[in-house]
């Protein structure tokens, strides 16, 4: 019962989130500010990640392709399917749901501690509209960070190939150009928008909503944390059946 109340209340706070909209002159400086903290702040570790996470692909791709038979070009084309249907858009968010959503919580969550919550109610502020919808139009931009790690995991996965002997720059080209379907980047970036969403409003609920004092605004993140990512994956789950089966 618990976990329904709790999905109720999750939905009445998206709604609430669209009510008396704050004064655009205020939300404007609220949306750069969290574009700041949630897109370019996010753009070092995801460029580090995607860039390596792409060659350790690439490696262990060629590593089990070791049959002569088997063509080269091979590698390109299953590092580009690995990066562009799951890594970038899926883990990535998960990676993200580590450090944008425990962001958002905790923030929101001492927020709530030291009732400057409250006292937003107080002055007639809708709280919810306040401090949520900045994050929710912020990360509408999270395609972006998504685009780019697309791009590095496969410049990662080209300099591993081609740097350590596993094919050659054209094989690998080749690969990544064989049998090309473009619904795969439209099925990612419809991924990557319901998971901007989820990282937006799952991470505020948990901020929001938490209860105690500075101790529960770690506990709040965490959980806030396991709750984000089992979402995503089960999200994953559901688009990847009714997309591409």
């Known amino acids: ?8 209340v999750y939905f009445l706070m998206i709604v609430e989130m669209f009510r008396k909209p704050t004064k655009w002159s205020v939300m404007k400086q609220l949306i750069l500010k969290d574009v700041d903290d949630l897109i370019i702040g996010s753009l070092g570790i995801v460029s580090f990640i995607s860039f390596f996470v792409g060659g350790v692909v690439t490696i262990q791709t060629a590593l089990n392709i070791d049959n002569p038979l088997i063509p ?3 590698v390109g084309f299953a590092t580009r399917q690995s990066i562009i249907l799951e890594f970038a858009p899926t883990f990535m968010s998960i990676i993200m749901a580590g450090k944008v959503g425990s962001f958002i919580t905790s923030s929101i969550g001492t927020m709530r501690v030291t009732e400057q919550i409250d006292a937003l109610e107080v002055m007639g502020i809708n709280s919810l509209n306040y401090l949520v919808f900045p994050k929710f139009i912020s990360l509408t931009l999270y395609p972006f960070i998504i685009s780019i790690a697309m791009f590095l995991g496969i410049m990662g996965g080209l300099a591993a ?4 002997g596993y094919a050659t720059l ?5 690969g990544i150009q064989t049998e090309f379907t473009p619904f795969h980047i439209v099925y990612a970036f419809i991924k990557t928008f319901l998971f901007a969403f989820i990282l937006a409003t799952v991470p505020s ?3 929001y909503y938490m209860k105690g004092g500075a101790l529960e605004v770690g506990k709040a993140s965490t959980t806030s944390f396991v709750w984000t990512s089992v979402i995503i994956i089960l999200l994953n789950y559901i ?7």
């Open 72 to 74: 080269k070009y091979l």
């Open 161 to 164: 190939c081609v740097f350590g």
């Open 1 to 8: 019962m618990q976990y329904l109340h709790n999905i109720g």
């Open 205 to 207: 609920f948990h901020g």
């Open 239 to 245: 688009l990847t059946q009714m997309l591409l089966s």
């Open 170 to 174: 054209d094989d690998y080209i080749m």
